[in-house]
């Protein structure tokens, strides 16, 4: 008689629970891929070794480390215990016999995140060669760098990406202007003092968005995104989209002269003559 053959049904996959997701990887796959971190610092040249291992400990942060690893240890050695009873003694030497489990894990846990953020950061410097600055080099003795025009650079060192960059705005009419950028870098916005307001994508170098207001302005900043800006005009601070639709009217608030606009807090910071002012921006 045949028997039947075993179910080959895979078993469910385990369904993470909300603690799990909260807490992260494990202590276990943190000790992975902290053995796997130090595995792929091993094998890298020792150029970039040096650099990993610079972004790790910092600036001085090895020695500063290894002399208070010092001091640590000579007061072990050097502990006052007179005004301790023989039962406080024994349980101090107990405890310290006793490894710290959760604070291992912690530390355990911070290494990982400072290794893999020490080879992400020399991997970009490694890209953007940040040690290294840009020069220039004269042909002769005779030659001088201030001689080296913005017209020059553009139209015979630079490459055609490069300079893109370089342009020439003719504000002449409703100046003088403020000019700001989003947090992308993306959009300029333009404000002219005689009530001039313009969006500029520095991409493409074309205007997004341009309008007059009926009144003088005195400072104009970008909000969280380039989508909406704030405007401090004569005798109110208006909220304007990227439009140029009046959305909010920031009342009372007269003769600003300068704004700027905390994004991690939602905060928008007005300057008076003598003092500033934050207004929640939700």
């Known amino acids: 008689m045949a028997k039947d053959a075993p179910s080959s049904s895979k078993a469910p996959p385990h369904k993470k629970q909300a603690g799990e997701i909260t807490r992260g990887k494990s202590h276990t796959q943190l000790l992975t891929q902290r053995t796997s971190l130090k595995k792929e610092l091993k094998s890298l040249p020792s150029d970039q070794r040096s650099k990993v291992l610079s972004h790790f400990h910092g600036s001085e942060r090895n020695d500063l480390s290894q002399a208070r690893l010092r001091n640590l240890k000579q007061d072990d050695r050097?502990?006052?215990?007179?005004?301790?009873?023989?039962?406080?003694?024994k349980n101090l030497d107990?405890?310290?016999?006793?490894?710290?489990?959760?604070?291992?894990?912690?530390m355990h846990r911070r290494e990982t995140k400072r290794l893999e953020n020490?080879?992400?950061a020399a991997d970009a410097e490694e890209i953007l060669h940040t040690h290294t600055a840009g020069l220039i080099e004269v042909e002769t003795d005779m030659e001088k760098t201030i001689q080296l025009s913005q017209r020059t650079l553009k139209h015979e060192h630079l490459e055609e990406n490069a300079a893109r960059n370089i342009y020439d705005l003719d504000l002449n009419e409703y100046g003088p202007y403020k000019m700001r950028y989003d947090r992308s870098g993306r959009w300029s916005l333009l404000a002219g003092k005689t009530g001039h307001v313009s969006i500029i994508d520095q991409h493409s170098l074309a205007l997004k968005t341009e309008f007059f207001v009926q009144d003088s302005i005195r400072d104009a900043c970008f909000l969280h995104s380039g989508?909406?800006?704030a405007v401090s005009q004569e005798k109110n601070v208006f909220i304007y989209d990227e439009e140029g639709t009046e959305i909010h009217r920031l009342d009372g608030h007269r003769r600003v002269t300068g704004m700027e606009f905390l994004p991690y807090h939602w905060l928008l910071g007005k300057k008076r003559c003598v003092y500033a002012l934050f207004i929640v921006c939700s």
Request: proline share 3%; charged share 25%.
């Open 94 to 106: 107990k405890r310290r016999a006793k490894p710290n489990m959760a604070l291992q894990r912690q």
């Open 78 to 89: 050097n502990r006052d215990t007179s005004n301790l009873s023989a039962y406080q003694i």
């Open 118 to 120: 020490a080879m992400s």
């Open 227 to 229: 989508s909406m800006m």
